[in-house]
């Protein structure tokens, strides 16, 4: 990058991950005095917050490295600009999640609900919906896997629309789609597992349309 190209890089970033530091920080400093100590810690960019604090740090430390650049060292890399982009690579994952967390129901909520919330989250992912009573939606940036038919013993690789938290029966449903083909789609009980998660067949009708309904009604 030549000098303009790393300032103009340097405030593109700031911009972007500025406005996602302001959000989270206002969205902490809104709901610490009326949620506990546990049900902040457990929201993932109350954590991880510090780490766009010491990215901003970083920017403000390579602009001021580039406006010192003299004229021999204009054909050279910039080594702050290389500090910014190794930092973003290193906690990639991390800036992922605060990125979602912005754009998540839990940001700025302080209602005192009974859902899994943030201890549920999966990289990747934010609430779309809530009713803060009974029902959230959750949606993935990427989130596939393999299941076989049982009827054709056929596998075939399916991407999680979403998922569907019902809190007054303590349950969760994921919708699924046929990556190679969207005609096949899939609703299932959701068993989220340490090592690998587990299905399961929904056999009530009512139940099964009242989990498209609520999905629906989060697009």
């Known amino acids: 990058m030549d000098n303009d190209k790393d300032i103009d890089f340097i405030n593109q970033e700031r911009r972007y991950w500025g406005k996602i530091y302001t959000d989270v920080a206002y969205a902490i400093s809104e709901i610490s005095p009326f949620v506990s100590e546990r049900d902040l810690n457990i929201r993932k960019y109350f954590t991880k917050a510090s780490l766009l604090q010491e990215y901003t740090k970083l920017l403000d430390s390579a602009e001021a490295d ?14 702050s600009i290389t500090l910014l982009q190794d930092f973003k690579a290193k906690n990639r994952d991390n800036f992922k999640q605060l990125e979602k967390c912005s754009n998540c129901e ?15 989250c999966r990289s990747g992912s934010l609430l779309c919906f809530c009713d803060k009573e009974r029902v959230n939606v959750r949606k993935f940036d990427n989130f596939t896997l393999d299941l076989t038919n049982n009827d054709t013993g056929r596998a075939s690789k ?26 096949d789609k899939l609703v299932l009980y959701y068993y989220p597992g340490i090592k690998e998660d587990s299905y399961g067949e929904i056999t009530d009708g009512d139940e099964f349309d009242f989990v498209i309904e609520t999905y629906q009604s989060a697009e």
């Open 66 to 79: 580039c406006k010192k650049k003299s004229l021999f060292s204009m054909f050279k890399s910039n080594p």
């Open 106 to 120: 839990c940001l700025n909520c302080t209602f005192d609900c009974n859902f899994k919330k943030c201890s549920s």
């Open 158 to 183: 399916y991407k999680a629309l979403g998922v569907v938290e019902d809190c007054t029966l303590d349950k969760l449903y994921i919708l699924l789609e046929n990556i190679t083909n969207s005609s």
